[in-house]
């Protein structure tokens, strides 16, 4: 009994650290997003006393962070749409079926991610501009898709992997049809290793600096339209960027996790 | 089904969002400066919208790092398909893309009424070819915590600092900053040592020129030595934090330092924040003069850019003298036109506009300007910081250093075909 109090006691302890670990900055952003200049560079107080609007009204209403954020909702949205649409069927085929090249081709994909973006931004921006993309939602899509992708295939295939093929056998047993079968059994099997690599996408469009900054003039994504901004001003502007960032990334993925049960897959069975 | 509905709502939300993410049609001005909030929003919401109601041109202005700028105005010379009308960027800047030829000369826009500052107007032809029109100006410069002044040594007084006088010299800042040190226990005086930092600018503009004369003519020699000899010495003076500042306004403000050098727009917060708290005063002078930076800014067309009548007319509203004295009033940069220079600002910058008008009108001045290196400009700042990593931080020996270092120097203005300065 009194061991069994102990080890709760222990497990609170421990995920409250860890929570503690987690929230402080978030905590401390918010604060200082909202403090007043002059609270902020005040060393008599750590927690500020008096709070504004005024640097969140700039940033978001003046200097069109708002307006970035719909544009980067969506590219993040369509990416993950996209890479889905891709990757999900590549990581099924991958994960089931035996054929030759396979490692090779497991190997190619993640070749994309060799070269560092910094490298491909100006051919592909040359690209974009050739076809007509380049300063569209579609061309900062294609470009995050590129980008996503390789991840999105390798890790399907390992959650479809987790999934064990005698369910779906069984399934063709009892007179389902090969696509029903994915969709009824494996699918919603699968779901929380789709919600992870679907959390992984999101947050990989969402923070993608580069490339969103030269592929578009008129539809700036978030990063791209305020993160230079905000290096270069005081600090309680930094943090209030660093709120706007972070929201509504923490509100994906607090939707999201509820598919989570855990990365990789491995608490499937 | 409610997976559905989510997936739903996401593609509604994208189309209404294309939807409303088509433009009207307009200029683009892309720029490396402007970018802090509060720039950028007076930018936006004052200068651009007054010049909207005035030509009917609505301007987008994009804030973009070097790179970025780079890669894209480079991707649009070479698809033809040009977007971007006017360049703003700091002289180093240009000078590269200039030697890239993205950009036109920009010789013979109508601008009425106006008189370029002549260094400026110079600097601003690289070899032969107009490639900028001066758009604005700043330097570097010391920023004091006004308590720093019961630190100063015996001989020296604020007024010496002010002016500046003869006595305000490197040895005397050597001496403040052992003082500073001894008294309250820790340095108090920061440089923005930092990657991002700009000590580069101290080290080959204000160091150097003050003890030689030049900034990399006479790196090798008595004096350039001497010059490495007394960073020997200041190094134990230095905050030892400097090495992650990039700007020095935040120290400033956090009581970290009571004394900083820095670029004019980086220490401008700690001055709008505490106008009484700080004083901006001139940097010292050493054996050979006063040397300090004029840093140019301008505004550039690039080649094949679409709507150059609009392009000109932007250009010719940001250099106009009442603009400038606008821009000096809300962001510090000071102007490039004769007709707009002397008038001091009222308010926090006022502070600023003393400080840098002390130092541009001290009789010693020793004026450097970044030089025309293209491409090897980015190796020309490397070799200072990396002289003073092996001679100052990891003492090694400083004539062969130093002779090694001058030789690379003068090997990178000959490729670069500049004269050596």
Do not use: C
């Not at chain 1, 539809?219 to 929201?247: C, E, H, W």
């Amino acid at each position: 009994m009194d061991k069994e109090k102990i080890k709760s006691l222990l497990t609170f302890l421990i995920a409250g650290m860890i929570s503690l670990w987690f929230l402080t900055p978030i905590i401390f952003i918010t604060l200082s997003a909202f403090a007043t200049s002059k609270d902020y560079y005040n060393p008599n107080y750590i927690i500020p006393r008096h709070y504004t609007f005024s640097h969140f009204y700039k940033l978001f209403f003046t200097l069109s962070a708002g307006h970035a954020t719909l544009i980067s909702l969506s590219v993040a949205a369509l990416t993950i749409l996209l890479s889905f649409l891709l990757g999900v069927p590549a990581g099924y085929a991958l994960s089931r079926y035996k054929f030759k090249g396979k490692n090779t081709l497991k190997l190619t994909v993640l070749s994309t991610r060799m070269f560092p973006l910094m490298i491909l931004a100006i051919p592909l921006l040359i690209i974009f501009m050739q076809i007509g993309i380049s300063d569209t939602l579609w061309g900062i899509v294609l470009a995050h898709t590129t980008m996503v992708l390789p991840f999105v295939i390798l890790i399907t295939s390992s959650i479809f992997a987790g999934v064990d093929i005698a369910f779906e056998e069984a399934a063709l047993i009892f007179g389902l049809s090969r696509s029903k079968a994915f969709f009824k059994i494996t699918l919603p099997l699968a779901l929380p290793g789709l919600a992870a690599s679907a959390i992984f996408a999101f947050i990989m469009s969402w923070n993608e600096v580069f490339v969103a900054s030269i592929l578009t003039l008129q539809n700036r994504t978030l990063p791209a339209q305020i993160l230079s901004t905000a290096m270069d001003s005081p600090d309680y502007y930094k943090f209030t960027a660093g709120f706007i960032m972070a929201v509504p990334a923490l509100v994906f993925i607090f939707f999201a996790r509820r598919y989570l049960v855990s990365l990789w897959g491995i608490s499937l069975k | 089904m409610k997976k559905f509905a989510v997936i739903g709502l996401m593609v509604l939300l994208v189309f209404v969002v294309s939807a409303y993410a088509v433009s009207a049609p307009k200029i683009y001005f892309v720029s490396t400066q402007m970018h802090p909030a509060g720039e950028r929003e007076f930018m936006v919401g004052t200068l651009l919208k007054s010049f909207a109601k005035e030509s009917g041109i609505n301007v987008e202005f994009l804030a973009l790092t070097y790179n970025e700028m780079l890669s894209r105005v480079s991707a649009e010379e070479k698809t033809g398909k040009v977007t971007i009308s006017v360049i703003g960027d700091l002289h180093g800047g240009l000078d590269v893309m200039a030697s890239r030829n993205l950009l036109q000369e920009v010789k013979g826009i109508p601008l009425p009424n106006r008189t370029f500052i002549s260094t400026l107007e110079k600097y601003s032809v690289i070899k032969g070819k107009k490639v900028y029109v001066p758009w604005m100006q700043a330097t570097y410069v010391m920023v004091v915590n006004k308590e720093a002044y019961k630190y100063l040594p015996n001989g020296l007084t604020k007024e010496d600092v002010r002016k500046p006088t003869e006595k305000w010299t490197y040895e005397a800042l050597l001496q403040w900053a052992k003082n500073m040190k001894e008294k309250t226990g820790t340095p108090k005086f920061g440089l923005p040592m930092a990657p991002k930092g700009l000590f580069h600018r101290f080290l080959h503009g204000y160091l150097l020129p003050s003890f030689t004369g030049y900034e990399a003519k006479e790196f090798d020699s008595p004096n350039g030595i001497k010059a490495w000899e007394y960073m020997r010495k200041l190094v134990n003076y230095i905050h030892p934090a400097s090495s992650t500042w990039a700007a020095m306004s935040e120290p400033l403000l956090k009581g970290e330092v009571l004394l900083a050098w820095d670029h004019t727009a980086r220490i401008k917060p700690a001055i709008v924040q505490q106008p009484d708290k700080f004083e901006v005063i001139p940097v010292p002078r050493g054996p050979a003069g006063r040397g300090y930076i004029v840093v140019a800014v301008g505004l550039a067309v690039p080649k094949k850019a679409p709507q150059k009548e609009a392009a000109y007319k932007l250009i010719d509203y940001l250099t106009r003298p009442s603009t400038q004295v606008l821009v000096l009033q809300h962001v510090g940069f000071f102007p490039t036109v004769k007709e707009a220079t002397g008038k001091i600002p009222t308010g926090a910058l006022r502070i600023l506009a003393r400080g840098v008008t002390a130092q541009s009108s001290s009789p010693d001045s020793v004026i450097a300007m970044i030089p025309n290196l293209g491409k090897y400009g980015g190796e020309f700042t490397n070799t200072y910081r990396k002289v003073f990593k092996k001679v100052v931080l990891q003492k090694a020996s400083l004539q062969k250093e130093v002779s090694a270092a001058a030789k690379l120097l003068k090997s990178l203005f000959e490729k670069a075909g500049t004269p050596i300065q």
